[in-house]
């Protein structure tokens, strides 16, 4: 599947089933994380057949069945729109290798996951994932208007962009990011008021890169 095909398949699943993640699937995954984490700064740690974290009440809560696996999303305190951007090139590749994912930002047992924080740094959330007992369902999107703000004819890049950010998760479906073109290829990109919205802007600028492409564009200062 090419990207787009890849954002349009992945929906949020939170029952899994007890087949284990395959060798070279893990392995991709953590080949990719490792090298988000040099480039980003940031410490994402894939933990594989520890169902600790998503027992109890919690993840009771939050409708979670058989979790065993998921990344842990650590990472400088302030560096949430990286741990959104480094998180979802996870999630859409995982996607690519079959895998089904959640992002989870509060019904999970914070202390029982067992990964490695380091001075300076926090466990941000959490991405669960596995083989989905079914691929999801997809969820309504506000238009891309009201997502984004172009003065004049809206460019084709502009707009793939912002179809690929239609498509990002974010906290309770709310989208709650604008995307503004300043001149002819400059794009702003701001997070509005509510939780993890700067993790959702990370997510949703992830999407936004790889739906409008590499050239012709730059991100505002």
Partial sequence: MDRMEVMRARHSVRSFTDRQVV???????RDALDEANREQGLHMQ????????????????????????????VGPKNAQRSIGCG?????????SLGLNTCWVAMTYRRGKVPCTVETGEKLHCVVALGYGTTQGVSHPVKPIEQLCRVDGAMPEWFRRGMEAAQLAPTAMNQQKFLFTLEGTDTV??????????????????????????????????
């Fill in 46 to 73: 894939l933990i594989l057949d520890e169902p600790s974290a998503f027992s109890g009440p919690l993840a009771h809560y939050g409708k979670f069945h058989n979790v065993k696996n998921y990344i842990a999303l």
């Fill in 188 to 221: 702003r990109a701001k997070a509005l008021a509510g939780p993890y919205t700067q993790i959702d802007l990370g997510i949703a600028m992830c999407h936004f890169a790889l739906g409008a492409g590499a050239e012709g564009w730059r991100w505002a200062d």
């Fill in 23 to 29: 060798p070279a699937a893990a392995q991709a995954l």
């Fill in 87 to 95: 998180g979802e090139q996870a999630v859409l590749l995982a996607q």
